[in-house]
């Protein structure tokens, strides 16, 4: 499929996309008034693409059109959260493994992929556990060389985020990160990717998510946006 990130780089260069964030950073005075008139356009201009693409997953309009075009019935992937994105996905990749932690939700989904027939994902619910089940720090610390005074985990997804143990490494072409516990998430499931896999943040604007980016700052990445939400996207070496 050849490079992902430049793929995304000329989705992005589409005139009608928006390519810049108008969210971020600490507005004041008549900045936060200018972003007070953009944010209702923002939302509308999503809300239209949508109208015209239903089933696609909440993401931002490149995510979306770049996996419209990158992703083959050859792939296999992972999705923490689940939603439309399970059917876009599936429909898309030979095998999806998706994990919910929220029981309605999940029997929502579940019941419409079994009215479906979708039989090409392992649709889990992993609920939150108690905190005494997570007495020690995550592997992920020690492998990633993060301190327990930079970054303290969610102890209650435990379960969540070491969800994908029994699968071997390098087993996935893809992981898309749109769920609880991000971070903890994204650096467990790591080891899963195969190399020139795809490791996909989504809000990844988000404060909590930034030693995401100090961790693997020297790795091949590329970030679009809805023009208030950020999906990072990182080739594995």
């Known amino acids: 499929m050849g490079n992902p990130l430049e793929l995304l780089k000329k989705i992005d260069s589409n ?24 944010r209702p356009l923002i939302k509308f201009y999503n809300k239209v693409y949508q109208s015209f693409n239903p089933g696609s997953p909440w ?69 939150a556990n108690s905190e005494s089940e997570a007495k020690e720090l995550p592997a992920f610390y020690k492998e990633w060389n993060i301190s327990s005074d930079d970054f303290d985990f969610r102890k209650i997804y435990n379960n969540y985020f070491n969800v994908l143990k029994d699968f071997e490494n390098g087993y996935f072409d893809y992981i898309l990160i749109d769920g609880r516990a991000r971070p903890e998430c994204l ?13 996909i943040l989504d809000n990844s604007e988000r404060e909590r998510y930034s030693i995401v980016f100090d961790k693997l700052n020297e790795w091949k990445s590329y970030t679009c946006t809805s023009g208030s939400t950020d999906t990072t996207f990182w080739v594995k070496p």
């Open 59 to 127: 993401l931002c309009i490149t995510a979306i059109e770049f996996f419209k075009t990158y992703l083959t019935k050859e792939m296999i992937g992972v999705e923490f959260g689940s939603g439309r994105s399970t059917h876009f996905f599936c429909e898309r990749s030979k095998f999806v493994v998706s994990i919910e932690h929220h029981k309605a939700w999940f029997d929502m989904v579940k019941q419409k992929l079994d009215k479906e027939g979708i039989d090409n994902v392992d649709y889990r619910f992993v609920p």
């Open 187 to 199: 650096f467990t499931s790591m080891k899963h990717l195969k190399s020139g896999g795809l490791m």
């Open 15 to 38: 005139p009608l996309i928006i390519t810049k964030n108008y969210k971020t950073g600490e507005k004041r005075g008549l900045e936060y008034m200018v972003w007070r008139v953009q």
